[in-house]
Structure formats: structure tokens, C-alpha cells
């Protein structure tokens, strides 16, 4: 890890420790979406083991969104960005700074659902419990590494933070589809998550790959 | 001279759809299973083949932008009108051939949509390059093109990973009607129909294309002047 990279993530951690607004808006929207889907769809016996992977999987997109539209807009003050424009450091250790920190918040705040999650949906695991272990962090990181992108490239339209969600959420779909399909299986234990744990990882991969390669390109636009 | 060669064209095109419409309707004889209702594969595949053409000729022009946005920008502004040109057309063939589909499934699967793979991927690669055009139109100035070229290759990536996920997942699309296993293939009578819809729908994607690409290279023109314009004042 280079010293560029530690000092983007010490001072977005320092920041969020400061006032922990990302974290908090993020716990309690992601706790409301959970509670309105619990009256929208009445979840009970085996019904709520069938759409629980879905519904904390969508939780998770729609709260991680107020905290990506954060993500930048700290750094518009001041002129902070037309400073890290200027920095010799490259601009993708930013992006993978970032990142990295917002997945730390999104991990936090899924740590944190979890037990109320497990309340509410009265849910047992019937299938391999570790393995969400690895589709969760899997596909929180495919979330946020797309997030923390767009969230840069819509940063200078009208509108932006709308714009966010309109062209994260179409692109997002398949690593939806797969966490969906993937903490289903864990939850009600029937099928085998293993393809589309394999399909999160190929769709991570792909993705932060690009983005850091093009990070520069939208990072320096104009 | 060139609006001479545009008007021939555009007259030849027409011909080449009251034809196609002719043979679709007409001469093609009925489905042995299906009936009338298979008619509208007449509509239904050319409106694809020529949305998926476009596509791929928007997701070259957003890598040519990027290749050439610093050594030629006059190259660059050509693939940035080609991309947006591809994208906006492809845009309204994808609506046709969403819109038909289910028309059909209606009468031939007695529902409207299904969440297949094939129908899944199709609807997120429209949703993806309708948020294109959204980008393109709530960003503005120079770096707009940019941004605009990195989600259409984003987008771009994004096809087959879904297409896969969605192999995977379900799947209820008739199997490929050319090139597919056993009971694959169209009878020769209904072939000739098809190849010439495909041939007019096609004539007809170019014409647009061609006349949207040559209005943003006007507009990209006029914003230029202006810019140029306002230095000097």
C-alpha cells in the first residue's frame, strides 16, 4: 500500500469519525427499507426465508447510495478537488481510497442490520452460514467500487445526485442478480450459491479493474 | 448533390419497406404452430439485429473519443457525434422490439413478459443507454463527452456479464431460431420475408443515423462558433 493511499483513507476515516454522518443515515434508512418491506410483503414462514436475501440485499443499495453521493461532495469545498487534480499522486489510489473506505462504511452498517434483520424476518439459515461471509463483502464491494466511480462521474452535472442512482442502478443489475440469487440460496439452504459467488467475484474483478484504469480519464475531465 | 443522394435513398428505403411489408404480411405463408401471431418476428428481429448494430457502433465511437479526445479532436468530435447518433437510435429500435415482443408472448406464452435471459439482458441493455442519454443531457460542457464515453464502455462490459448471470438463472426465449439445434431454422418460404425486413429496417436505421449523426455534428459546430465567438468578443 502506498503512502498516497493511506493518507486518502486515515482522512476519510478521520473525517466520518468526526461526525459519523455517512454511518448514521445510512444504519437508519437501510433499517427503515427493512421495515418497509416487512409490511409491504407480510414476510412469514418460509416466505420471509425466500425474500430476505433480496430484501437486504436492495437495503443495502439503496443506504449505501446517500453515503456514495457523500463520497465527493466533501471534497467540492474549498476547492479540495481542483487540489487533488493537481497532486502528483495518481488519481486511481484516490478512487481506491475511497472505495475502500466506503465499503468499510457498508460493511459497518450491514454488521450493525444484521441482528434486526434476523428479528424481523424471524430467519434461520439453512444453508452454509459463512459462506455470506463472502457474498456480502463480494457484493457490497461491487456496490461501492461502481458507486464511488459514478459518484465521481455524475459529480459535475446538473442534478448529480439523482443521476447516481440512474446510471449505477442499471449497471449494478447483474451483481444484484447474483448477491440476490446467492443469499438466497444460503438462507433457504435448496440450491448450491457457489456460481454466483463465482459470478460476483468475475463481475468485482472486471469492474475495479476498468475503473481504476479510467479513473484519470473522468477524474481530470473538463 | 448530397441532399439529391439523401432523397434517393430515402426513396429507395421506403420502397424497400412497402416491399418487406408486402412479403411479410402477404406472401409468407402462415406459422404451422403458431399462426398469424408469428408475423410479427418480421418486426420483431430486424428492430434487434439494428438496436444491437447501433450499440456496438456507439460503444466504438465512445472508445474512438477516447483514443483520439487529445491527439485529433476533430476525430474525436466525429466519434463523440457517432456514439451519441448510435445510442439514440438504437435507443428507439430497442423500444420496438421490447414493445413487440410481448405483443407476441401474449398470444403465443399467454403472458406479456418473463424474466428470462434473454429478455432480462435486452431490458437492462435499454435501461443502460437510456441513462446514457440521461448523462448526456444533465451534464454539460466538453467533459460531458468524456464521462459520457466512459459509461458507454461500462455499459458495454456490463452485456454479457448480465447475459450470463441470467443464462444461469432462467430461461423461457424460444432458442435461437437460426443456427440452434434440432427444430431450429425457418421454412424457405418465410426466409426471403425476413431478409427483406431486415434489409429495408435496416435501410431505414442507417437514414436516421446518418441524419441524427449530421445534425450533432452542425450543433457540435455551432457550439464551437460560439465558443470561439465569445473568446474574441
Redesign the interface.
Known sequence: MTRALWTHLVKDLRIEWRSLDAIISMLFFSGLVVVLFSIAFDPRGAFSQQIAGGVLCVATMFASVSALNQAWAREIRHQVMDAQRMAPAPGAELLLAKVIVNFLFVSIVQVALAPFFFIFYNLHIAGQAWLLLLVLPLGTWALVS?GVF?AA??M?????EL?LS??L???F??AL??MV?ATGAIFTGESDPM??IK?LL??DI??TT?SLL?FD??FH?? | MKKLAIGLYAAVTAGLMVWGYYQAIYVAPNDAMQGEIFRIIYYHVPSFATAFTFFSISFLGSIGY?SFRRSRPEWAQMADAWALAGAEVGVVFCSVGLTTGPLWARRAWGIWWTWDARLTTTL?LW??Y???L??RR???????Q??AA??G???A??VP??Y???R??RTQHPAPVFGGGEGSGMDPSMVGALLWNMLAWFAWGALILVLRYNVERKQQKIDEAEATAALNA
Not at chain 1, 459535475?156 to 448529480?160: E, K, L, V
Not at chain 2, 444533465?138 to 460531458?144: E, V, Y
Open positions: 461502481n459514478f462521474l455524475a459535475s452535472s446538473r442534478n448529480r443521476l440512474l446510471i442502478f442499471p449497471i443489475i447483474p442478480l447474483a440469487q456460481l454466483w459470478l468475475g463481475y472486471i469492474f476498468v479510467l480519464v473522468v475531465a473538463e | 477516447l437492462v435501461l443502460i437510456v441513462s446514457y440521461l448523462l444533465f451534464s454539460a460542457g466538453p467533459q460531458m468524456t464521462l466512459v459509461l464502455i461500462f455499459g462490459l456490463d456479464i448480465v450470463m448471470a441470467n444461469w438463472w
